[in-house]
């Protein structure tokens, strides 16, 4: 490849790199354009809204010596840190819970870089590089915080009325009308009813967003705190948008005894020793909280009509595939 010479006088001419003018040509459509501007007011008024609730925002962590596990499997790349393997975000929920030790409520735009299979490409939910809303409030319950997500998706539905009405009308979308709370459907009889695809099968008949509660131990990762009352069963929850936009958030009550962390840690297969530094900072306390992370990219998806994720993005990261 001939690189230009920079020499003053250059004329500007389309790059020699097909990837390149791909990823300069994404800029240029129209639909684009209109998503990220709705995501710049969809960030602003999530912003707005956990600042008015009192909220202190921290700043993202990017990169650790854990991260979250997850409950599917993603490639795992780390970075050398100074000669330890340290770990790329994945989400906040280990930092978040931390640093309930020093605020009651906290939040944070965070990046996650997750390595997602590459079944997942054409899914139209997922990129490789996303922001999560993360949310984490002390002594709180799962309904305080699901209140609390209604409030928030409300408020940013208000803020569009006000201040996205142009980009609106440009995509052909309409404002979604919210009357909280939203219908609960019990994870395990949603299941039962409508087989193991009833995530989205549900998402494209509801005409509202919706909440599913009460998950399964297997189903979730080991810090999803179990309902004391009935073993077996999470306190914890998925909003799942309609029109079948599938899953909005995920979140819960946490585990926070040293005990119980450990029991889940060894039920899940997984070692101790993978979760050192969390684990020695749960026995030195941890709060017991509550909260929830939003995908904000599928937020704006959902509100704008966008039929893929990277619609939301100047630089959207596809699965398996190259980008600036
Ligand atoms: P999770 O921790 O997997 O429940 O993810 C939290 C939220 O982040 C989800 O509810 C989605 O809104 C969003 N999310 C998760 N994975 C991705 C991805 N690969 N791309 C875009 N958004 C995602
Ligand atoms: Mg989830």
Redesign the pocket.
């Known amino acids: 490849m001939s690189l230009p010479s920079g020499a003053s006088g250059d004329v500007p001419s389309a790059p020699e790199d097909a990837r390149v003018r791909g990823a300069l040509s994404h800029m240029d459509h129209p639909r684009v354009r209109a998503g990220v501007r709705l995501g710049s007011e969809v960030r602003r008024a999530l912003g707005e809204f956990f600042h008015r609730e009192g909220f202190v925002e921290i700043a993202p962590v990017l990169v650790a010596p854990v991260t ?1 596990p ?1 409950n599917h499997p993603v490639a795992d790349p780390t970075v050398d840190y100074y000669g330890q393997p340290f770990q790329l975000t994945r ?1 906040m929920i280990f930092h978040k819970q931390l640093a309930m030790r020093a605020f009651p409520r906290v939040f944070v735009f965070s990046p ?1 870089l ?1 390595f ?1 299979p590459r079944e ?1 490409s054409s899914t139209g ?4 590089e ?1 922001t ?1 809303v993360d949310v984490e409030v002390r002594d709180a319950d799962r309904e305080e915080v699901m209140t609390l997500a209604e409030r928030a998706l409300t408020h940013v539905v208000d803020h569009l009325a006000q201040h996205a009405r142009r980009t609106f009308a440009q995509l052909g979308r309409r404002l979604p009308v919210l009357s909280p709370p939203f219908p609960r459907r019990d994870w395990r009889a949603a299941r039962a009813e409508h087989g193991p695809e009833f995530e989205m099968a549900l998402s494209r008949e509801s005409p509202t967003p919706f909440w599913l509660v009460d998950i399964p131990l297997p189903e979730r990762e080991f810090y999803d705190r179990e309902d004391p009352a009935r073993p077996g069963v999470l306190r914890d929850m ?1 909003l799942i948008y309609p029109e079948g936009y599938g ?4 979140g819960g009550e946490r585990e926070f005894e040293l005990p119980a962390i450990l029991r889940r840690i060894h039920a899940k297969g997984q070692s101790v020793e993978q979760f050192r530094w969390y684990v020695e900072a749960a026995q030195a306390g941890l709060p017991p909280s509550a909260g929830f ?3 904000v ?2 937020l704006v998806r959902w509100l704008g009509g966008l039929s893929d ?1 990277a619609e939301t993005s100047l630089f959207p990261k596809r699965i398996g595939t190259w980008s600036l």
Do not use: K, M, P
């Not at 939910?125 to 490789?128: E, P």
């Not at 899953?247 to 995920?250: D, I, T």
């Open positions: 979250d997850l989400s996650n997750r997602e997942r939910r997922h990129l490789v996303f999560q998925d899953e909005a958030l995920s992370g939003i995908g990219e599928r994720v």
